[in-house]
């Protein structure tokens, strides 16, 4: 399916290290979308790459995708107290169809 | 140039109650979608409205249906609400005139169905 499956569930770090998370999916894609959903509020949309990208960067963001894998990964370098959110990744199919399917998402608990 | 907007933020309902709930999309933006997030669970996708028509459907019951304005704007209804209709509702929008766009999000609004 579309979904993206988020890995791990949940990630504990200290403030001031990296923290990596991991997307894998199923089907062919157009582009994979990565958000942040601070508790109990909106997705704010982080980066978007597309299918003929490998690597992307976002200030202390940097995102890469593998489609022979179908796989992408987030990291988040330098990690802050503020960065403590669920993240997201949604990839976007080939069809062009608007619609992304979630899973579960990684929970980022980001210690001071 | 204001990002998607909902409201209301925060709304408590009694069982078997209907409720609306409203959407304006980005600037630039034609097509909306609205997506059903549970506490814990990642975002569920309800239905998608794009020149005024329901697109695309989730699995989701036909108590829950919608409309897009000429503005693009959108509502989200339910009706009969069920204790489990207790949820984030969340609208997205994009321009799927080009193909593969950003897909923004609202700050959504709160529903409480006691």
């Known amino acids: 399916s579309q979904q993206g499956e988020e890995d791990p569930q949940a990630l504990s770090i200290q403030e001031g290290e990296n923290a990596t998370m991991n997307c894998s999916y199923k089907?062919?894609?157009?582009?994979l979308q990565w958000y942040r959903q601070n508790s109990g509020r909106g997705l704010v949309h982080l980066i978007l790459?597309?299918?003929?990208?490998r690597e992307k960067h976002s200030g202390r963001l940097r995102v890469t995708l593998d489609t022979s894998k179908k796989s992408s990964s987030l990291l988040i370098t330098a990690s802050r107290a503020a960065d403590t959110a669920s993240y997201f990744c949604?990839?976007?199919?080939?069809?062009?169809?608007?619609?992304?399917?979630f899973g579960q998402g990684t929970t980022l608990q980001v210690k001071p | 140039d204001a990002g998607v907007t909902q409201s209301p933020t925060h709304l408590i309902k009694t069982r078997g109650q209907q409720v609306t709930l409203r959407c304006s999309p980005k600037?630039?933006?034609?097509?909306v979608s609205w997506y059903q997030q549970a506490l814990g669970q990642g975002p569920q996708f309800i239905f998608q409205?794009?020149?005024?028509?329901?697109?695309q459907r989730g699995n989701f019951p036909d108590r829950f249906s919608g409309h897009q304005f000429p503005n693009y704007s959108s509502e989200l209804n339910v009706n009969a609400l069920l204790l489990g209709d207790s949820a984030l509702y969340l609208c997205?929008?994009?321009?799927?005139?080009?193909?593969?766009?950003?897909?923004?999000f609202g700050e959504g609004s709160w529903l409480t169905v006691v």
């Open positions: 790459i597309r299918s003929n990208e």
């Open positions: 600037s630039g933006h034609d097509t």
């Open positions: 949604a990839p976007y199919g080939s069809g062009n169809t608007g619609k992304l399917i």
């Open positions: 089907t062919s894609i157009n582009n």
């Open positions: 409205y794009y020149e005024e028509e329901e697109r």
């Open positions: 997205a929008s994009t321009s799927l005139f080009y193909s593969g766009n950003t897909i923004y």
